[in-house]
Nanobody
């Protein structure tokens, strides 16, 4: 089982930037994928972005395309979500998740989850 710890959330004005980090531990991560999901207040959890760890192929939700970038540092087993031009509607708890296999937007296929980090964008 992989353990995930997110960091980097906070309060930022609209138009600002944040970078979230997700550190993985517990076993080799080379055959995994990592994803970011978010849950806005009072709403369902939604997919944000995912990356296949070994080759770096990414998948990004239309709602954040062009503003958010997912990446990883193989040497640190750490994934990142760079969020630029943030909007109030990006306010949510952001979770990272991991699974053995290729990236996917389907939350039910991810077997490990972090505790979440709050991102609040003020208007």
């Amino acid at each position: 089982q992989v353990q995930l710890v997110e960091s980097g959330g906070g309060l930022v004005p609209a138009g600002g930037s944040l970078r979230l980090s997700c550190a993985a531990s517990g076993r080799s991560f080379s055959d995994h994928s990592m994803a970011w999901f978010r849950q806005p207040p009072g709403k369902e959890r939604e997919f944000v972005a995912a990356i296949t760890w070994s080759v770096g192929y990414t998948l990004v939700a239309d709602s954040v395309q062009g503003r958010f970038t997912i990446s990883r540092d193989n040497s640190k087993d750490t994934g990142y979500l760079q969020m630029n031009n943030l909007r109030p509607e990006d306010t949510a708890v952001y979770f990272c998740a991991a699974r053995h296999g290729a990236r996917t937007a389907l939350a039910e296929l991810y077997t490990s989850w972090g505790q979440g980090t709050q991102v609040t964008v003020s208007s």
